[in-house]
């Protein structure tokens, strides 16, 4: 009972469990990696849009609302939870160099980081609470939504910093992590609208990938 209890086995299947617990672990060395690099480059490798929208989905699947999955899944979105306060806190010391010097943007770094964190808290509460929980039960469409964000930024992301701040780990592990998850939905669910996103990520994932490894082949060439 226990067990069933950790892992809710009667509307999920072990392979939908180990697709989705293995996309998970790789999300965390996906952070693992990004705050390593916070600390040693002074920087952060993910766009700051992307570190307020995902803050705000996983304080919301930590404490506000719960996946159906089982409690081994609560206690996962609270470890990336916490992993991503460490990222939020690089973001308030380092992020302001993701802004534009011109016009004195910089210097309003923490008032334009603090909105957009209040303004996708706000947005991602009505939209799950309507749209996602009583739906993919998990966190599926609201996921995908900020996922599809996420990996297209990342893409304009990769040509405005220096190879050399971001982590090739972080890439393969976000990509892969995802993928993943991505044949867990096409498993378990038939929504044409979430799978569709599921497509569009494995897709700009792959170009940032390449992208990223052409780049990071070329500094490696000319160092």
């Known amino acids: 009972m226990i067990f069933l209890e950790v892992f809710n086995l009667t509307n999920y299947s072990i392979t939908e469990h180990a697709l989705f617990a293995l996309g998970c672990l790789l999300w965390v060395f996906t952070y693992f990696h990004v705050i390593r690099r916070i600390f040693s480059c002074k920087t952060v490798g993910i766009p700051?849009?992307?570190?307020?929208?995902?803050?705000?989905?996983?304080?919301?699947?930590?404490?506000?609302?719960?996946?159906?999955?089982?409690s081994f899944y609560e206690y996962g979105y609270i470890i990336w939870f916490c992993m991503d306060c460490v990222i939020l806190y690089g973001l308030?010391?380092?992020?302001?160099?993701?802004?534009?010097?011109?016009?004195?943007?910089?210097?309003?770094?923490?008032?334009?980081?603090?909105?957009g964190i209040t303004s996708w808290m706000v947005m991602?509460?009505?939209?799950?609470?309507?749209?996602?929980?009583?739906?993919?039960?998990?966190?599926?469409?609201?996921?995908?939504?900020?996922?599809?964000?996420?990996?297209?930024?990342?893409?304009?992301?990769?040509?405005?910093?220096?190879?050399?701040?971001?982590?090739?780990?972080?890439?393969?592990?976000k990509g892969v992590g995802t993928f993943f998850i991505t044949i867990f939905c096409f498993l378990h669910f038939k929504d044409g609208f979430l799978l569709s996103m599921c497509v569009v990520t494995t897709v700009l994932d792959a170009i940032y990938i390449y992208l990223f490894m052409q780049r990071w082949t070329e500094a490696r060439i000319k160092a």
Request: some cysteine; glycine content about 6%.
């Open 48 to 70: 700051w849009v992307a570190i307020c929208a995902n803050f705000s989905w996983e304080f919301l699947w930590s404490f506000v609302f719960k996946t159906d999955m089982g």
């Open 124 to 173: 991602l509460y009505y939209y799950i609470d309507k749209w996602d929980a009583p739906i993919t039960q998990m966190g599926a469409n609201s996921g995908y939504i900020l996922n599809v964000m996420m990996s297209a930024l990342y893409i304009d992301f990769l040509f405005k910093q220096n190879i050399q701040d971001l982590s090739i780990g972080a890439a393969w592990y």
């Open 92 to 115: 308030f010391v380092y992020g302001y160099k993701q802004l534009q010097p011109s016009h004195n943007v910089q210097q309003h770094a923490l008032w334009i980081f603090a909105l």
